[in-house]
T-cell receptor, first 111, second 112 residues
Framework: TQLLEQSPQFLSIQEGENLTVYCNSS?????LQWYRQEPGEGPVLLVT?????EVKKLKRLTFQFGDARKDSSLHITAAQPGDTGLYLC???????????FGGGTRVLVKP | EPEVTQTPSHQVTQMGQEVILRCVPI?????FYWYRQILGQKVEFLVS????????KSEIFDDQFSVERPDGSNFTLKIRSTKLEDSAMYFC??????????FGPGTRLTVT
């Protein structure tokens, strides 16, 4: 069974603070995706990381894929209330042609 | 920006009834998927579809489920005889490159 564990499950911070969300697995993935999901809506793709050690930046969001392609992190700098939401990581294995999702980290940024 | 669309947004049905959930994937995408999310739980893979056939399916996707691409634009999920435990959000997704999947807004299925 391929499991992706996200931590923490819930994070509450003040506007302007930094935060990091972790996504860990014992399995190697071909790629890893980060999504954001609002209540009652579908996951929205933020980024895909493919190469071990890869770092991608999307404005104030920085995504890193572990060297062994088993883990990833999402770092938000100077969080804003608009960053509030559920962040999901999802790993892809080419052999299975499917995404395996983590349980999500719910982020609350207070003004 | 192209997006995946799904209809209906909410479907209420009685146990034992058949339902068809519809999706229009992004037009140049080649791979199509269905996932579901039971309230408060993880998003779970159901089935992937490529070149007019199922390429992968999960244990959840039993004989009660089927998928079809009846024309060049639609992708459907049929549940033949719904059960209470089928109540969930069902998401359609599509991709051009296999791993970069784009999700629709979902259909909330309520089985009573």
């Amino acid at each position: 069974t391929q499991l992706l564990e996200q931590s923490p499950q819930f994070l509450s911070i003040q506007e302007g603070e930094n935060l990091t969300v972790y996504c860990n697995s014992s399995s190697v993935f071909s790629s890893l995706q980060w999504y954001r999901q609002e209540p009652g809506e579908g996951p929205v793709l933020l980024v895909t990381v493919v190469t071990g050690g890869e770092v991608k930046k999307l404005k104030r969001l920085t995504f890193q894929f572990g060297d062994a392609r088993k883990d990833s992190s999402l770092h938000i700098t100077a969080a804003q209330p608009g960053d509030t939401g559920l962040y999901l990581c999802a790993g892809f294995k080419a052999a299975g042609n499917k995404l395996t999702f983590g349980g999500g980290t719910r982020v609350l940024v207070k003004p | 920006e192209p997006e995946v669309t799904q209809t209906p947004s909410h479907q209420v049905t009685q146990m034992g009834q058949e339902v068809i959930l519809r999706c229009v994937p992004i037009s140049n995408h080649l791979y199509f998927y269905w996932y579901r999310q039971i309230l408060g739980q993880k998003v779970e893979f159901l089935v992937s579809f490529y070149n007019n056939e199922i390429s992968e399916k999960s244990e959840i996707f039993d004989d009660q489920f089927s998928v079809e691409r009846p024309d060049g634009s639609n992708f459907t999920l049929k549940i033949r005889s719904t059960k209470l435990e089928d109540s969930a959000m069902y998401f359609c997704a599509s991709s051009f490159a296999v791993y970069e999947q784009y999700f629709g807004p979902g259909t909330r299925l309520t089985v009573t």
